[in-house]
Antibody, heavy 120, light 107 residues
Framework: QVQLQESGPGLVKPSETLSLTCTVSGAPISNYYWSWIRQSPGKGLEWVGYLFYSGTPNYNPSLKSRVSISVDTSTNQFSLRLNSVTPADAAVYYC??????????????WGQGTMVSVSS | IVLTQSPGTLSLSPGERATLSCRANQRVSSSYLAWYQQKPGQAPRLLIY???TRAAAIPDRFSGSGSGTEFTLTISRLEPEDFGVYYC??????????FGRGTRVEI
């Protein structure tokens, strides 16, 4: 059974960098695409980006200048970095498996989400 | 691609049929259209992918249909546990994903 778990600071200061990690258990990270999705309080879902372990990441154009997603196959984890955060970046951040390799083109497994606040 | 979901809120009784709409401003390949259910405090759950294929363990009262720019999620007979917010999602030519703003189903 594949499970995802987000971890990272729950509070980030404005202008600093948000860093989150997603630990994948139950499957090798190299077999799938992996993604980050966020949800601001009371709002809908916003796709942040995705990558395959050996490929070039794809990012939401609205965040592309500030975001970076990377994979560490040795620890079966993938990470999100978002630079120069503002209060608008406060959200629940979800990591998710993107089942492109099985033809689903959808997010079939999600982490529980982690809330990140932005405040000085 | 912008996805517009309607109605914003649907108030129905158990046993009734729910019809949720997702309209795109450009053509979407059926292979790239999915639906999710989200309950308060929980992560979204994949219901439908490829516009009409139920994900694993999804009851058959959930069905998806549509093509081009018009897609529909139907819940044939609402159960009390079906309350929540439903999102459609598409994968576009620019290799990016977008979500609709959701339809809230109130029981």
């Amino acid at each position: 059974q594949v499970q995802l778990q987000e971890s990272g600071p729950g509070l980030v200061k404005p202008s600093e960098t948000l860093s989150l990690t997603c630990t994948v258990s139950g499957a090798p990270i190299s077999n799938y695409y992996w993604s980050w999705i966020r949800q601001s309080p009371g709002k809908g879902l916003e796709w942040v980006g995705y990558l395959f372990y050996s490929g070039t990441p794809n990012y939401n154009p609205s965040l592309k200048s500030r975001v970076s997603i990377s994979v560490d196959t040795s620890t079966n984890q993938f990470s999100l970095r978002l630079n120069s955060v503002t209060p608008a970046d406060a959200a629940v951040y979800y990591c998710a498996r993107l089942a492109i390799t099985t033809g689903l083109y959808a997010f079939d497994i999600w982490g529980q989400g982690t809330m990140v606040s932005v405040s000085s | 691609i912008v996805l517009t979901q309607s109605p914003g809120t649907l108030s129905l009784s158990p046993g009734e049929r729910a019809t949720l709409s997702c309209r795109a401003n450009q053509r979407v390949s059926s292979s790239y259209l999915a639906w999710y259910q989200q309950k308060p405090g929980q992560a979204p759950r994949l219901l439908i992918y490829g516009a009409s294929t139920r994900a694993a363990a999804i009851p058959d009262r959930f069905s998806g249909s549509g093509s081009g720019t018009e897609f529909t999620l139907t819940i044939s007979r609402l159960e009390p546990e079906d309350f929540g917010v439903y999102y459609c999602q598409q994968y576009g030519n620019s290799l990016t994903y977008t979500f609709g703003r959701g339809t809230r189903v109130e029981i």
